[in-house]
């Protein structure tokens, strides 16, 4: 069975950062490209960023262009995602997704990122 398991969402202030981790088991993680996508509240799922299965290529949505950055670890079977220098508008559910995909068919439960003052 395929699972994705996000963590490391949390309540941050304005300018925080903050480390997303996605463990994923039941493919093989290191031949996928892996993707990172968010839903705000009341708006539609956003692609925030994507990365090659052996990191030879990374994309990012220009919203979060130079404050976010993917990863990946192979041999842990782990996605990454830090977040720098955040927003409010940052404020969402983020999800990590199997392929290089703003709408991922195979997502995690989520996890979610606050950021308020």
């Known amino acids: 069975e395929v699972q994705l398991v996000e963590s490391g969402g949390g309540l941050v202030q304005p300018g925080g950062s903050l480390r997303l981790s996605c463990a994923a088991s039941g493919f093989t993680f290191g031949i996928y490209s892996m993707s990172w996508v968010r839903q705000a509240p009341g708006k539609g799922l956003e692609w925030v960023s994507s990365i090659m299965s052996d990191a030879s290529r990374t994309s990012y949505a220009d919203s979060v262009k130079r404050r976010f950055t993917i990863s990946r670890d192979n041999a842990k079977n782990t996605l990454y995602l830090r977040l720098n220098n955040l927003k409010t508008e940052d404020t969402a559910m983020y999800y990590c997704?199997?392929?290089?995909?703003?709408?991922?068919?195979?997502r995690g439960q989520g996890t979610q990122v606050t950021v308020s003052s």
């Open positions: 997704g199997k392929g290089w995909s703003g709408n991922p068919s195979v």
